[in-house]
């Protein structure tokens, strides 16, 4: 559904944004298998991937209602801080060391969580650089807050993660994440749209930059 409310009874598809020429601004897709990137990939931000589960507002050609939360990663800190105060790093994911960088994908996942439930974006924008999934992500979490709807509550909980080195001197990082079921809190207070409860397994290309661990590019792999 395009515009106006979805019916209490619509479930909210699954945003998966697959590689291609471009990235797919909030595709509902909801088949199809993503494969992780090899391990010595140049990263190009036109073409990265990523999935998360997301209630939104727009309508693809794949599927029915969708959406997920993105912005602008590219930005600088300073800009960053327009969309919310930058949440701190806990102890274990400032170390640049394998453990520093499962610690700080633990807390990035975590927080793109809290980005849905409260419209605040700057973590995520301060953590991620030149990560087209992420500032997908941050956009349509802006757009969503604009709109006054956010999530009911912080859907993500982490387990699993792993990591390996890659040639370019970042990690290769293993996660899933389990989502729970939540829902659109609409600007009147009433709640809209469903996303079911969904388990899925990302790798993401994880790197040192400006004296911390940024993402560059998140992919499905089941």
């Not at 806990?90 to 419209?119: R, S, V, Y």
Request: negative net charge; glycine residues 8%; contains cysteine.
């Amino acid at each position: 559904m395009t515009n106006g409310r979805a019916p209490p009874s619509t479930k909210a598809k699954i945003v998966q944004f697959t590689r291609g020429a471009a990235v797919l601004a909030a595709a509902a897709l909801v088949t199809g298998g993503l494969t992780a990137c090899g391990e010595d990939e140049p990263v190009d931000p036109t073409s990265s991937s990523t999935v998360s589960p997301l209630p939104g507002d727009t309508k693809s050609s794949a599927s029915t209602s969708t959406a997920q939360p993105s912005s602008s990663s590219t930005q600088s800190s300073s800009e960053s801080s327009s969309s919310g105060d930058v949440a701190p790093l806990p102890d274990a994911a400032q170390e640049q060391t394998k453990e520093g960088a499962i610690a700080f994908n633990e807390f990035f996942e975590l927080q793109m969580g809290e980005a849905l439930k409260t419209g605040e974006t700057a973590t995520i924008k301060e953590y991620s650089s030149n990560c087209a999934p992420c500032d997908e992500y941050v956009r349509i979490t802006e757009a969503n807050a604009a709109k006054g709807t956010k999530m009911n509550i912080n859907p993500n909980k982490v387990r699993d993660l792993s990591a390996s080195e890659r040639s370019d001197g970042g990690y290769k990082v293993t996660l899933t994440v389990d989502a729970a079921q939540y829902h659109e809190v609409l600007k009147d207070g009433s709640a809209g749209r469903t996303a079911d409860a969904v388990s899925y397994t990302l790798t993401t290309n994880t790197q040192w930059e400006k004296g911390h661990w940024v993402i560059r590019d998140s992919v499905r792999i089941q």
